[in-house]
C-alpha cells in the first residue's frame, strides 16, 4: 500500500536486549516523526527528521534511545539495553513539509520482559 | 502546568447529542492546533485544523481562543462512529507536534 509501513508489529524483549523499529514513510514525505504511546496516553514526541537530518531530537529520553535516516527515507529507532518501562507502542509518522497533517503507521508494540 | 490538558472522560452520550471537549495549552507561542481521532488499537487520524476564526466540517466545529489559550470540538448529532478519541495537538515552534492525553467519547443507543 500507500502508507506508512512499520515493522515489525509486535516484538517482544527480554530487559537489558537490543531491538530496531523501522520504519518506511509515505514516498516524498521529507518530514518523519517517531512517537511512543502508553496505554491511556496521548503519543509523546521523541524525534523529527527533516530530510536526513535530526531536526528536533528533544524528546529521546535517554542515550539509550538514537535514530537515524541515512538516505532520507526509511528510518530506524534504535534502543539499547532495553527496560520495561520502555514497553509501549512505538508510532512512525510522516508528512509533507510543513502541513500539520501526519500520516501515522499502526505502530511497532513492543514489550519488555 | 502541564503543555497541554484534556479531560480523558469518558464522554457516555446518546446517539444524536451535541457534545463539546476543551484542550488547554501552556505554550502562548503555539502557532498551528489540531484535532486528531484514535480508535481503539488504531493509530491517530488528522480530524480538522483548527483556525483562529473557526472552521466547521459538517458536524464538526473547531474554535480557538489565544486569549484564553484552548481549542474546542464540538460534535452535533453524535454517531455512534464518533466514539473514540479525540487528541488535540499543537505546534510549539518549529515542526514538532505535542499531543495531549486524549478525550475518550462514548456514543450510545
Known amino acids: 500500500g500507500a502508507g506508512v509501513s512499520q515493522t515489525p508489529s509486535n516484538k517482544v524483549t527480554e530487559k537489558g536486549k537490543y531491538v530496531e523499529l523501522r520504519c518506511d514513510p509515505i514516498s516524498g514525505h521529507t518530514a518523519l516523526y517517531w512517537y511512543r504511546q502508553s496505554l491511556g496516553q496521548g503519543p509523546e514526541f521523541l524525534i523529527y527528521f527533516q530530510g536526513t537530518g535530526a531536526a528536533d531530537d528533544s524528546g529521546l529520553p535517554n542515550d539509550r534511545f538514537f535514530a537515524v535516516r541515512p538516505e532520507g527515507s526509511v528510518s530506524t529507532l534504535k534502543i539499547q539495553r532495553t527496560e520495561r518501562g520502555d514497553s509501549a507502542v512505538y508510532l512512525c509518522?510522516?508528512?509533507?513539509?510543513?502541513?500539520?497533517?501526519?500520516?501515522f503507521g499502526e505502530g511497532s508494540r513492543l514489550t519488555v520482559l | 502546568r502541564k503543555e497541554v490538558e484534556q479531560d480523558p472522560g469518558p464522554f457516555n452520550v446518546p446517539e444524536g447529542a451535541t457534545v463539546a471537549f476543551n484542550c488547554t495549552y501552556s505554550?502562548?507561542?503555539?502557532?498551528?492546533f489540531f484535532w486528531y481521532r484514535q480508535d481503539c488499537r488504531k493509530e491517530p487520524k488528522l480530524l480538522m485544523s483548527?483556525?483562529?476564526s473557526g472552521n466547521e466540517d459538517g458536524r464538526f466545529t473547531a474554535q480557538l481562543n489565544r486569549a484564553s489559550q484552548y481549542i474546542s470540538l464540538l460534535i452535533r448529532d453524535s454517531k455512534l462512529s464518533d466514539s473514540a478519541t479525540y487528541l488535540c495537538v499543537f505546534t510549539g515552534g518549529g515542526n514538532k507536534l505535542t499531543f495531549g492525553t486524549g478525550t475518550q467519547l462514548k456514543v450510545e443507543l
Open positions: 483548527v483556525y483562529s
Open positions: 505554550n502562548s507561542a503555539s502557532q498551528s
Open positions: 509518522a510522516s508528512s509533507p513539509l510543513n502541513t500539520g497533517e501526519l500520516f
